[in-house]
């Protein structure tokens, strides 16, 4: 019966104001932490997923969470490819991502968290990948080790927003999980014999630029498209500011451009910083439809 409702669901979450018929049902099986299988993510993925989480519950009466990356992701992979997924959660892009580059390509997904690091294993079994590899530690600008903070509070829709870990205590951040390992971008890539990247992604609250000046060799070298995650407070929590990062960037090469709905490119310049927003990076001409 559920999952004839979330067909429908599915379908009203593309109509203008369909969203705000299926809130409510979503927010009342939020309130049990239910886990529901689904096999048509992504077409003929298999996930599994708890309706109690923010993004996850998302994902299964919605079709997805990241609903604005995913199509980038498409645009940028095609097999062969390799795409590296910082804060790969229970692995929603990494595992779309294992799709488009097929048997010939690579992802490399790494998730600090142990609960998300198992979550997106089971993921990859289920899907019997064998191209995506799961790094159970975090990324910073050098190797070793750190303290993660996490979110003790319900989010705002009844559920709980679980993946908000991050390096940088918040207002938010009361909870925290035992020591985890760091390494770098380009200490990672050296130790794997990595020759290629194609994509990366960042999504690790705040931790962003310290990711990045860790894989400098990686950026020069190989110039990857970039996906990053741009909000104000992760940002000030790690000491720096938004603009810090995206110049950081663009004095790699890079422009910058928003992500908007459905994948949508509009130059930074024009749109400029909001206090939240994904951001997309290439080398390359890009279209903005």
């Not at 708890?50 to 994902?59: R, Y």
């Not at 679980?162 to 770098?184: K, V, Y």
Request: aromatic share 8%; glycine share 10%.
């Amino acid at each position: 019966m559920l999952n004839i409702i979330r067909k429908l669901t599915k379908i009203l979450r593309g109509w203008p104001g369909g969203v705000l018929l299926c809130e409510p049902l979503r927010k009342a099986y939020g309130r049990k932490r239910k886990i529901a299988r689904v096999d048509d993510f992504q077409g003929d993925l298999t996930m599994f997923l708890d309706l109690g989480e923010h993004m996850q519950s998302q994902i299964f009466w919605y079709g997805s969470y990241s609903r604005d990356l995913l199509p980038v992701v498409h645009r940028v992979l095609a097999p062969g490819m390799v795409f590296i997924d910082g804060g790969a959660n229970i692995g929603e892009i990494s595992v779309a991502a294992a799709k488009a580059v097929g048997s010939s390509g690579k992802v490399f997904a790494f998730e600090p968290v142990h609960r998300f690091a198992k979550h997106l294993r089971d993921h990859v079994a289920a899907n019997r990948f064998q191209n995506l590899e799961v790094s159970e530690c975090g990324l910073s600008f050098e190797p070793g080790e750190a303290e993660i903070f996490i979110s003790d509070a319900p989010y705002r829709d009844g559920t709980h927003n679980d993946g908000l870990g991050s390096l940088f205590r918040r207002g938010d951040a009361l909870g925290m999980t035992n020591t985890i390992p760091i390494t770098t971008l380009d200490a990672f890539m050296a130790e794997k014999g990595v020759d290629r990247v194609d994509l990366l992604k960042l999504d690790i609250e705040g931790s962003e630029l310290n990711a990045l000046k860790g894989g400098m060799e990686m950026l020069q070298r190989h110039q990857p498209a970039l996906i990053v995650e741009v909000g104000e407070d992760t940002c000030r929590a790690a000491g720096y500011s938004m603009n810090e990062l995206v110049s950081f960037v663009q004095g790699l090469g890079y422009s910058a451009y928003r992500i908007g709905r459905r994948g949508r490119l509009d130059p930074l310049e024009r749109t400029g910083l909001a206090k939240f927003q994904n951001l997309f990076f290439t080398t390359r001409p890009a279209d903005p439809v």
